[in-house]
C-alpha cells in the first residue's frame, strides 16, 4: 500500500542462499491440479512443499545425479530474503520545549574596613569565587563592583553604576571575575548603601532596556549598616524604596547580609525589590549568612536558582521519521547473481506458522486478491506491492519472511 508524498530510498538486496536449478521441463511451480492426476512414481518427493493455501506446488531446486549445484542465474537458483521498502514521511508530534531566561548578576560587593577588621573578606571572596566556579552557575552572567570607592557619589551613584569587571558570562568570566577579587581589600570608612543602591539598580534598569530578553539582578551584599558616609541618605524607609522603584521597571533586588549587617533593613530592602524570600527556614527575609562569610557561596546559589528558571511548554511541531514499509519490497539491483531483471521471471513466497504460501501476481491493486501482489508500475516497476488482505496477513504474522525467487516464470492466476 504506497504513501502519497514520501520519499523512497532504494534498499540494498542480499541474497540469501544460491540453491539447486529446477529443471526447465517443470520449472519452479507446477499446477496443483496437474500433480493431483499425476500416478504414484510422479508425487512430489520430500524436498518439495504443497501449501493447501496455494494452488500450486513449490519444487525446491535439487543438485543433479552428481551433486552439482546449478548455474546461477538458472531456474530458482537465486532466492533473495525480501527487504522493506523504508520511507521518510513528515509527522506532528507533542514535544515539551524548555525556555531559559537569561539572567545577569550586578553584584555590589562591601569593602568596607570593618570586612577586615571582622575578618570576614578572605572567606568571603572564597566563598564568592566558588560561585564563580561552580558548574550550576554555568550559563549566568556576571558584573562586579565594591562600595565604597573613592569616586563613588550617594546622590547619584555616581561611580557605582559603572562596574569593576563588566558582564560576562561564567563559566568563562569567572577568571575576569577573581583577577578583580584579588587585587581589592577592605579600604574606607563608612557604608554608602545608598550610593550603592542607586548604582547598582540603576545599571540594571538601563541593561534590561537594552536587552529586554534578559533579566538583570541587582545583588547587595554587607556587612554593616548605613552609617559614617558622608553625604548620603540613612533613612532606612527612603534606602528600601530605591529599590522599591527600581522593581517597578523590572529590576529584582536581592540583600545579602554578613555578620553585623542590620537585617531589618536588608530584609526591606530585598522585599520592595521584589526578590523571594531567600531562605524561608531562617527568620531574616534577606539571606543571611551570618553564620559564616564560606555561606555566602550558598546564598548567591540560591539567588541563582530562584531567578534562572526554566520554563517548560508543550507545543506541536513536525519531525521527520523513517518507516519500514512492511508491505513494499524493492526490486533487486543488478548483481552478479542476476545481470538483468526479469519482471516476468519473478515469484514471491510468504512463510509465516511452520506454512510456506506462494503468492500471484496480478495486474494492480484494482484487481488485487487474498494472496496477491503487484508492481508499483506494470512497465517500469521499482517496488513489489501486497495487495492489502495479504499485507493485513503479514502484518499479523509475528513470524512473517517474504521471499523473493528468480529466474522462474511468474505465476499468474487463470
Same mark, same amino acid.
Given at each position: ?71 546461477? %542465474? ?6 533473495? +530474503?525480501? +527487504?522493506?521498502? /523504508? ?28 570586612? #577586615? =577588621? ?6 568571603? /571572596? ?30 547619584? %551613584? ?40 542607586? #548604582?547598582?539598580?540603576?545599571?540594571? +534598569? ?17 556587612? #554593616? ?47 520592595? %525589590? ?43 511541531? +513536525? ?20 545481470? /538483468? ?20 501476481? =496480478? ?52
Amino acid at each position: 500500500m504506497a504513501i502519497s508524498g514520501q520519499r523512497f530510498f532504494a534498499i540494498a538486496w542480499v541474497g540469501v542462499a544460491a540453491l539447486s536449478a529446477c529443471t526447465p521441463e517443470i520449472g519452479l511451480y507446477e499446477r496443483q491440479s496437474q500433480r493431483r492426476d499425476a500416478g504414484p512414481a510422479e508425487q512430489p518427493d520430500a524436498a518439495q512443499s504443497q501449501p493447501e493455501d496455494s494452488g500450486i506446488v513449490l519444487v525446491l531446486p535439487q543438485p543433479d545425479a552428481a551433486g552439482t549445484e546449478p548455474e546461477v %542465474g538458472s531456474c530458482g537458483a537465486s532466492v533473495l +530474503k525480501a +527487504k522493506s521498502i /523504508v520511507v521518510e514521511r513528515e509527522i506532528e508530534v507533542w514535544t515539551d520545549v524548555v525556555t531559559t531566561k537569561p539572567a545577569t548578576f550586578y553584584l555590589m560587593f562591601d569593602q568596607s574596613l570593618s570586612m #577586615g =577588621v571582622s575578618q570576614l573578606w578572605q572567606p568571603a /571572596v572564597g566563598a564568592l569565587k566558588t560561585f564563580l566556579t561552580s558548574e550550576q552557575s554555568e550559563d549566568v552572567s556576571v558584573a562586579l563592583q565594591y562600595f565604597p570607592i573613592a569616586q563613588g557619589e550617594c546622590a547619584t %551613584g555616581d561611580g557605582y553604576v559603572t562596574p569593576d569587571v563588566a558582564p560576562g558570562m561564567l563559566p568563562g568570566h569567572a577568571d575576569a571575575l577573581a583577577r578583580s577579587l584579588d587585587t581589592h581589600a577592605p579600604a574606607g570608612l563608612g557604608t554608602p548603601i545608598q550610593g550603592a543602591l542607586i #548604582g547598582v539598580t540603576e545599571y540594571c +534598569k538601563a541593561y534590561q532596556a537594552q536587552h529586554p530578553g534578559e533579566q538583570c539582578v541587582s545583588i547587595l551584599a554587607t556587612d #554593616g549598616k548605613p552609617e559614617l558616609a558622608i553625604g548620603c541618605d540613612e533613612d532606612p524607609a527612603e534606602l528600601a524604596a530605591i529599590a522599591g522603584r527600581a522593581h517597578d521597571d523590572g529590576v529584582i533586588t536581592f540583600a545579602v547580609g554578613l555578620q553585623g549587617a542590620n537585617f531589618e533593613l536588608l530584609d526591606e530592602i530585598a522585599r520592595q %525589590g521584589g526578590a523571594p524570600d531567600c531562605d524561608p527556614m531562617q527568620p531574616s527575609y534577606a539571606c543571611n549568612v551570618s553564620q559564616g562569610p564560606d555561606k555566602l557561596a550558598d546564598a548567591l546559589a540560591a539567588i541563582r536558582d530562584s531567578v534562572v528558571t526554566s520554563t517548560v511548554h508543550t507545543e506541536r511541531v +513536525k519531525k521527520l521519521e523513517h518507516v519500514a514499509l512492511s508491505c513494499e519490497w524493492s526490486i533487486p539491483a543488478a548483481s552478479d547473481e542476476f545481470r /538483468v531483471f526479469d519482471r516476468d521471471k519473478v515469484n514471491i513466497r510468504l512463510s509465516y506458522g511452520g506454512e510456506t504460501s506462494m503468492l500471484v501476481r =496480478v495486474p494492480s491493486l484494482e484487481a488485487c486478491t487474498d494472496h496477491g501482489w503487484y508492481y508499483d508500475s506494470p512497465q517500469s516497476p521499482n517496488r513489489f506491492i501486497a495487495c492489502p488482505t495479504l499485507c493485513d496477513t503479514i502484518e499479523d504474522a509475528v513470524d512473517a519472511q517474504v521471499d523473493i525467487l528468480l529466474g522462474c516464470q511468474t505465476w499468474l492466476p487463470e
